[in-house]
C-alpha cells in the first residue's frame, strides 16, 4: 500500500536499563516501579486528544524512548491499540536487542507492528564500552531472529561512529556485521556521535569525537550500504528501496505529527509543542486532568519555508535549483563539487553529504517561479 497522507504519532517511552553516556534524552534508570502509572497517563493523554483534538486517523505510529522494549509487551500493545490508525498505518517499535525476546516480538505482530528499530550502535564490545553501553554476545542475531520469527516484515539498525575508542576498522566490522545478518536489515542509520551539554561524555574533553575520523566512517557507512542494496535517502539514513521509514519521511517533509509521553513534541501547520521533560510534572498533570504542554513556537511564513528547504536538503530530492543563488551555484556545483544538478533540483554528493552544514548557510528561499515539488520516494507497508 503506497504510504497515504497524514498525522504522525510519536510515544515516548522514558524507561532505560542503563543511561549511555552520550544520551541527553528524557530518560530514567530508577523509575521501573512507576511503570504501570505512565502507561495509565499516556493512554489517558490519547484519549484527551482524540476527544478534544481533531486527529484524524494516525498514518503512522513511533513508539520510541529511552527503550520501549523494556516495557511489558501487554502494556506496549494496549498503548499502540488506543492510537487510532489509517489501515496501512506504519507502526515502528524501538527496541534494544538485549530486550528484544520472541514473547515481545509475537505480541508486536499481533497488534500491528511491521517495523522494529534495533538501537545497536556498535558491534564491537570495547567501543560500546567507550559510549557506556554494553551488549551480550549473540544479543543481536537472537534479536533478529525473534523479529523474522514473529513475521514482522522489516527491522531497521541503528549505528554510532565517532567514539573516540572506535577505529576505523571497528565501524567497518559493525557495519559487515549488521550485513551479514540473517535476514540483513532492509534500512540503516549510522548517526555521528555528538556532543550534548550535560552528558558524561561532554565533560570528557578526551573523547570527543573528530570530524576527520568521522568523516570516514561516513563513507565507510556509504559504500557497505550502497554495496548491501541500500540507497541514501537522507544523510544518516539507507533503505532498499521501498523500505524508507514513512515516519521519518513525514517529519522531514514538516507532516504533522502528535507526541504523547513526558517531553514529546508535537506539530501541526507549524505550530511546534512540546511536553514537560519532567517524569513526576507529567504523571501529575495528566492526574489531574491539565494538559502537559510545557511550551510551544510558531513558524511564520519565512521561517517555515527556510525549515523546509534545510529539510530538504538533507535528503535525495534536494532543493529546487533557485534555492542556490547563481554565485553559490558556481561554487557548490562546478568547484566544490558540494551539489549536483538532478531533473530541475540540486542533491548534495556524498562530499556534499559530509559537509551539508557548509551548503545549508547559503541556501534562499526561492522566489514562487522557482519552486518546484520534490520526487519523493513511494514508500509502501508490504
Known amino acids: 500500500m503506497d504510504a497515504t497522507p497524514g498525522p504522525g504519532v510519536y510515544v515516548h517511552v522514558p524507561f532505560c536499563a542503563t543511561r549511555c553516556?552520550?544520551?541527553?534524552?528524557?530518560?530514567?534508570?530508577?523509575?521501573?516501579?512507576?511503570?504501570?502509572?505512565?502507561?495509565?497517563?499516556?493512554?489517558?493523554?490519547?484519549?484527551?486528544?482524540a476527544e478534544q483534538e481533531d486527529l484524524g486517523p494516525a498514518a503512522t505510529v513511533y513508539v520510541g524512548g529511552g527503550t520501549p522494549s523494556l516495557l511489558p509487551p501487554s502494556a506496549l500493545c494496549t498503548i499502540i491499540e488506543a492510537i487510532e490508525r489509517q489501515d496501512g498505518a506504519e507502526v515502528t517499535v524501538e527496541c534494544n536487542p538485549e530486550s528484544t525476546t520472541n514473547e515481545l516480538m509475537a505480541a508486536l505482530a499481533d497488534c500491528g507492528v511491521g517495523r522494529i528499530s534495533l538501537g545497536v550502535q556498535s558491534t564491537s564490545p570495547r567501543v560500546l564500552a567507550s559510549l557506556g553501553r554494553s551488549q551480550h554476545p549473540g544479543s543481536l542475531r537472537r534479536a533478529v531472529s525473534a523479529i523474522a520469527d514473529a513475521g514482522i516484515g522489516r527491522y531497521n539498525v541503528d549505528l554510532i561512529y565517532g567514539?573516540?575508542?572506535?577505529?576505523?576498522?571497528?565501524?567497518?566490522?559493525?557495519?559487515?556485521?549488521?550485513?551479514?545478518?540473517?535476514?540483513?536489515?532492509?534500512?540503516?542509520?549510522?548517526?555521528?556521535?555528538?556532543?550534548?551539554?550535560?552528558?558524561?561524555?561532554?565533560?570528557?574533553p578526551h573523547r570527543h569525537p573528530d570530524d576527520d575520523a568521522q568523516a570516514r566512517r561516513y563513507i565507510l557507512a556509504d559504500e557497505a550500504a550502497e554495496a548491501a542494496g541500500l540507497s541514501w535517502y537522507e544523510i544518516s539514513n539507507w533503505a532498499v528501496p521501498g523500505h524508507e521509514s514513512r515516519h521519518n519521511l513525514d517529519c522531514w517533509r514538516q507532516g504533522d505529527y502528535r507526541g504523547f509521553g513526558c517531553a514529546a513534541h508535537s506539530h501541526?501547520?507549524?505550530?511546534?509543542?512540546?511536553?514537560?521533560?519532567?517524569?513526576?510534572?507529567?504523571?501529575?498533570?495528566?492526574?489531574?486532568?491539565?494538559?502537559?504542554?510545557?511550551?510551544?513556537?510558531?513558524?511564520?511564513?519565512?521561517?517555515?519555508?527556510?525549515?523546509?528547504?534545510?529539510?530538504?536538503?538533507?535528503?535525495?530530492?534536494?532543493?529546487?535549483?533557485?534555492?542556490?543563488?547563481?554565485?553559490?551555484?558556481?561554487?557548490?556545483?562546478?568547484?566544490?563539487?558540494?551539489?549536483?544538478?538532478?531533473d530541475d533540483r540540486l542533491v548534495l554528493t556524498r562530499k556534499g553529504r559530509i559537509l551539508a552544514n557548509e551548503v545549508a548557510v547559503r541556501l534562499r528561499v526561492p522566489e514562487p517561479e522557482h519552486l518546484s515539488a520534490p520526487k519523493v520516494p513511494s514508500v509502501t507497508n508490504r
Open 163 to 204: 567514539a573516540a575508542d572506535e577505529h576505523d576498522a571497528d565501524f567497518a566490522a559493525s557495519l559487515r556485521d549488521v550485513f551479514a545478518l540473517d535476514p540483513a536489515p532492509s534500512h540503516l542509520s549510522a548517526y555521528a556521535l555528538t556532543i550534548e551539554a550535560g552528558t558524561p561524555l561532554a565533560r570528557d
Open 268 to 342: 501541526r501547520g507549524g505550530r511546534r509543542f512540546w511536553n514537560t521533560v519532567s517524569f513526576e510534572r507529567y504523571l501529575a498533570a495528566i492526574r489531574e486532568g491539565k494538559t502537559a504542554v510545557a511550551g510551544e513556537e510558531r513558524l511564520d511564513a519565512s521561517r517555515y519555508a527556510e525549515e523546509a528547504l534545510e529539510l530538504s536538503l538533507r535528503t535525495r530530492w534536494g532543493v529546487p535549483e533557485g534555492a542556490v543563488s547563481p554565485d553559490d551555484r558556481r561554487l557548490l556545483v562546478e568547484e566544490a563539487r558540494l551539489l549536483e544538478p538532478r
Open 21 to 49: 553516556d552520550y544520551c541527553a534524552f528524557a530518560t530514567w534508570t530508577d523509575k521501573v516501579h512507576l511503570v504501570d502509572a505512565y502507561v495509565a497517563a499516556v493512554l489517558e493523554e490519547i484519549a484527551a486528544a
